[in-house]
């Protein structure tokens, strides 16, 4: 019986095996670069299209309003001059410069109190603290239905029904919880050794804070500020129900809006108003896209 000598098996060259190594590599990243991509397309293509189906609509002329091409057909400015029209009662622009102050009042007072409040709850110590950080995420929890009865009497009482005042305070108390949490987040992430050399060189808390620690806040403070204006211009709930005629922001003007014509819902006329309305929005967020991305990623400096 013969028995077979064993043949040596061969050895991969190192580069040859190197090779296939960094050709899978290159192959898996294409791969996941591709569907990112079209993720990113999908993701986009979903919340664009209400937005561009709402522009073509308010381009439409009134007799085509359920016209289901995809592109614009039809074209006519006439439901933005309706949008603006005073003889049929829509006052969309006064609508705007009180939406424009609701929102500058509420985002200011917002940053002044919930950055010191946010800068207390990361940086010191004291007692009942657990206990306020509960009562603020509680706050922001609360629903807002629930709160128009209650609200109602209270102005109504005080004289405040219709004024901005009855506006401004129930706006402040839901966007102070979001302002007060995103900044906290952010400052309890930054290294304690900047405060401290800045207290060794001689200033006082309040001053390493207002010198040091909130200029490198700046661009989480403008995402904040940027959050805290537009969840202010969306509200409608209790706007809805608190303000009068002189004092109506857009979202409760474009729901009272009437048509050209009678018992007619004018959709044309609101997509106008809603493209108008939204169009500063989309405006802001692309102008300041850089500093709201640095805002959101900043919390992540480590120590």
Request: with cysteine.
């Amino acid at each position: 019986m013969t028995i077979a000598a064993d043949r040596p098996r061969a050895v991969p060259n190192p580069r040859e095996r190197a090779d296939e190594r960094a050709e899978v590599r290159v192959r898996r990243h294409t791969g996941q670069k591709l569907r990112t991509a079209i993720q990113a397309v999908v993701i986009a293509v979903w919340c664009l299209l209400p937005f561009y189906w709402m522009v073509v609509t308010s381009f439409r002329d009134v007799g085509f309003t359920f016209d289901a091409t995809p592109w614009p057909t039809h074209v006519t400015l006439d439901n933005y001059a309706t949008a603006f029209s005073t003889a049929l009662g829509n006052h969309l622009g006064r609508a705007l410069l009180n939406s424009v102050l609701i929102g500058g009042v509420v985002t200011v007072i917002a940053l002044l109190v919930g950055t010191s409040a946010a800068y207390a709850l990361a940086r010191l110590e004291f007692r009942g603290k657990s206990l306020i950080a509960g009562a603020i995420l509680a706050a922001s929890m609360f629903p807002g239905v629930a709160l128009i009865s209650p609200l109602f009497q209270l102005f109504t009482d005080i004289g405040w029904m219709g004024t901005y005042q009855a506006l401004i305070l129930p706006s402040i108390s839901f966007v102070l919880p979001l302002t007060v949490y995103t900044l906290a987040s952010f400052f309890r992430e930054m290294p304690w050794d900047l405060e401290e050399a800045a207290r060794i060189d001689g200033c006082t808390r309040v001053q390493a804070f207002r010198r040091i620690i909130l200029p490198l806040a700046a661009p989480a403070v403008f995402t904040t500020a940027i959050l805290a204006f537009i969840s202010s211009w969306n509200e409608y709930l209790i706007s809805s129900q608190l303000s009068s005629d002189a004092t109506q922001p857009v979202t409760v003007a474009i729901a009272s809006f009437a048509g050209s014509q009678p018992h007619q819902e004018p959709y044309t006329a609101v997509m106008a108003a809603g493209t108008i309305v939204t169009i500063p929005l989309v405006v802001l967020v692309l102008v300041f896209q850089r500093r709201i991305v640095a805002g959101l990623t900043a919390g992540g400096v480590k120590g």
